[in-house]
């Protein structure tokens, strides 16, 4: 089984979605927490900027796993395929993130805060998207492997 890249764009559109309202509610939280200014400016452009950097990045790492056979099967994957899709996709967002918020708060230890929570809450997030998308046939190419 292969898939299509209408597929990988659909899942790359509804994962930016649900992770950049994590992203943005994890910043508030984090920076609100440790400053004296209420203010959701610097969580809306942490996450703001992340809709564009991990939209290519989750585009191309689903791309990236499409060549892989590992946990796949004629009619779906394993579960043990999502997990290792989301230790692979964790990373590489965690760095994303970090970088993004450092960039833009310019403070490493929020940037550390958001990176190390958003490692928790979004593998567990991502994990279900995947298993969603798992019971979705729309985008699928069946091959005889």
Do not use: P
Request: no cysteine; aromatic share 20%.
């Amino acid at each position: 089984m292969r898939v299509t890249k209408k597929r990988s764009i659909t899942k790359s559109i509804t994962w930016r979605f649900l992770g950049s309202l994590d992203t943005f509610f994890l910043s508030l939280i984090i920076i609100n927490y440790s400053s004296q200014n209420y203010s959701f400016n610097l969580a809306f452009y942490i996450a703001g900027l992340e809709i564009i950097t991990k939209t290519f990045l989750y585009y191309f790492h689903e791309r990236i796993w499409d060549n892989y056979k590992i946990g796949r099967f004629a009619n779906g994957v394993k579960r043990t395929r999502s997990f290792y899709k989301a230790i692979t996709w964790r990373i590489t967002a965690s760095l994303d993130t970090f970088l993004v918020s450092f960039i833009i708060t310019g403070r490493f230890d929020w940037a550390t805060s958001i990176a190390i929570f958003e490692i928790i809450t979004k593998s567990i997030i991502y994990y279900f998207h995947e298993r969603i998308w798992n019971r979705v046939n729309w985008g699928r190419i069946i091959s005889n492997d």
